[in-house]
C-alpha cells in the first residue's frame, strides 16, 4: 500500500515536471488569485475599522435621548362627515431628560455596558471680533467624555485636563480656530440658541481628522452649557452608553429604552448610509476577489484537462497493470493541490509585501495612512478557499481519468 502511494507520487511528479511552463502558468494564476483575495479582504477590513473609528471618535455606542413628539391630526366629531386638515409638526417640548443621575446610575448596573456619560448639546455663534462662525458645543464631564471618544488622542495643543481645571475653558477643533485666529490662551465668545453669551478661554485644540468637525465642534464643561442654555446643573439632553461589543449594540438599544422611558439608538441606526454603504463595499469586494480566485481554479481545471487527453493511454496501461480509479483519482489530485500550494504560498508572499507597502503609504485627509492591515483571519481564509478551489479544480478531472475504460481505450 505504502510503495503504491509512493509510485502515485512519483507520477504526480512526473506530470508537473514534464509540464514545467503549463505548472508554472497554473501557479501563477493561483498567486495571482489568492494575492488579490488577501489583500482585497484585508483593504475591506481596512476600510471598516477605519471608518467605524472616525464614527466612535464623536458618536456613542449608544445614545439616549429623548425623542420628538409629532402632533397627532385632529379628528372629526362624533357623526360629523366634515373633512379634517391634517399637518402634523413637532411638539415644541423641551429634550430635557428627567432625574439623569438615576438613568445613569440603571444604565451603569447593566450587564456589557463600559461606560455611561452625560451629554448637554448647544447650537452656538463662535466670535471673536468681527467673524462669526455656526457650529455645536458639547457640555461634557471631560474625563468621562475621553474615556469614551478618546478626546486626548485628537488634542494637539493644550491639555484636556486644563478644562477640568476651567470652569470657563473650551477646546475647540483646530478648523474654528484658524477661522477665528485663536491659541490656546487667548479668549473667545459663544453665543448659545437661547441667546446667552459667554467669554471663554480656549484651553486646548483637537484635530479630529474630519474636516466638517473640526470647523464646527467644541467642547467646553458641562455646567458652561447648563448656563448657555438657561439651565440647571440637572439639565441633561444626551446619555451617552459603550457596551462591551459596539457590533451588538442594537440589541440592547430596544432594552434600554424600554429601561429607561427614553429613545435609545445606537450608532449603526444613526450612521445608517455608513453602514449600508460599508455593506455594499464588503459584498463588491467579495465577489471580486472570488471570482478571481475561480479564475485560477478554472486554470488549474484546463491544464489537468489537458494532462489527461495527452495521458490517456498511459492511464488506460496503469489501470491495466491494476491500478484502481482511486489511485487515478489520487494522482491527479496530488498533482493540483501541489500546483495549488506552490500558487498559494507565493500568493500569501506577495499579499504580505503589498499589504506591507500601502500601510506605510500616507494618503492625506480624513483617512491618514492608508486603511489597510494585517489581518491574520483574512489570511487563514485566503489560504482555506485556495485549497478548497484547487482541490475541486483537482478532483473534477481527476474523476473522469478513474473512470476511463482500459478496454476501450486499446480498442481504439
Known amino acids: ?209 474630519n474636516s466638517q468637525i473640526d470647523k464646527t465642534k467644541s467642547y467646553i464643561n458641562i455646567s458652561a452649557a447648563q448656563q448657555l442654555l438657561q439651565e440647571g446643573a440637572g439639565y441633561v439632553s444626551d446619555i451617552n452608553v459603550s457596551v462591551t461589543n459596539p457590533d451588538n449594540a442594537a440589541n440592547y438599544s430596544a432594552k434600554f429604552s424600554d429601561l429607561t422611558g427614553y429613545k435609545a439608538e445606537d450608532w449603526k441606526a444613526a450612521n445608517a448610509t455608513l453602514v449600508a454603504a460599508s455593506n455594499m463595499r464588503r459584498i463588491m469586494i467579495t465577489v471580486i476577489a472570488l471570482s478571481i480566485l475561480l479564475v485560477a481554479g478554472f486554470g488549474i481545471y484546463n491544464i489537468l484537462n489537458m494532462t489527461i487527453t495527452q495521458k490517456i493511454n498511459d492511464i488506460a496501461i496503469l489501470k491495466a497493470m491494476g491500478f484502481r480509479g482511486r489511485d487515478v483519482v489520487r494522482i491527479f489530485v496530488q498533482q493540483a493541490m501541489i500546483i495549488g500550494m506552490i500558487g498559494i504560498l507565493i500568493g500569501v508572499l506577495l499579499a504580505v509585501l503589498l499589504v506591507f507597502q500601502l500601510s506605510r503609504t500616507y494618503v492625506g485627509g480624513d483617512i491618514g495612512y492608508f486603511p489597510i492591515r494585517f489581518e491574520w483571519p483574512v489570511f487563514f481564509r485566503g489560504l482555506i478557499f485556495g485549497l478548497i478551489v484547487t482541490l475541486g479544480a483537482g478532483y473534477i478531472p481527476a474523476k473522469k481519468a478513474a473512470n476511463v475504460d482500459p478496454v476501450s481505450i486499446f480498442r481504439r
Open 1 to 209: 500500500m505504502r510503495y503504491r502511494h509512493n509510485i502515485n507520487s512519483e507520477i504526480s511528479m512526473t506530470y508537473i515536471v514534464t509540464k514545467k511552463k503549463l505548472t508554472l502558468v497554473a501557479a501563477l494564476g493561483v498567486t495571482i488569485g489568492i494575492a488579490i483575495y488577501i489583500f482585497m479582504n484585508s483593504m475591506m477590513v481596512g476600510f471598516d475599522k477605519k471608518s467605524t473609528e472616525l464614527v466612535f471618535r464623536s458618536t456613542a455606542h449608544i445614545r439616549v435621548y429623548k425623542d420628538e413628539v409629532m402632533s397627532l391630526p385632529l379628528l372629526p366629531e362624533k357623526g360629523s362627515n366634515l373633512p379634517v386638515i391634517i399637518n402634523p409638526s413637532v411638539v415644541p417640548e423641551s429634550d430635557k431628560i428627567v432625574d439623569p443621575e438615576k438613568i445613569i446610575s440603571l444604565l451603569r448596573q447593566q450587564p456589557d455596558v463600559t461606560m455611561v456619560t452625560p451629554q448637554v448639546t448647544v447650537s452656538v455663534f463662535y466670535n471673536n471680533g468681527k467673524s462669526q462662525i455656526t457650529g455645536s458645543s458639547y457640555g461634557v464631564r471631560i474625563a468621562e467624555a475621553d474615556k469614551m471618544f478618546n478626546i486626548g488622542t485628537t488634542v494637539v495643543e493644550g491639555s484636556i485636563q486644563d478644562l477640568k481645571n476651567t470652569p470657563n475653558g473650551i477646546l475647540l477643533g483646530v478648523g474654528i480656530a484658524a477661522k477665528m485666529s485663536v491659541r490656546p490662551g487667548d479668549n473667545i465668545t459663544i453665543t448659545s440658541s437661547r441667546n446667552v453669551t459667554k467669554v471663554m478661554k480656549v484651553v486646548g485644540l483637537f484635530q479630529s481628522n
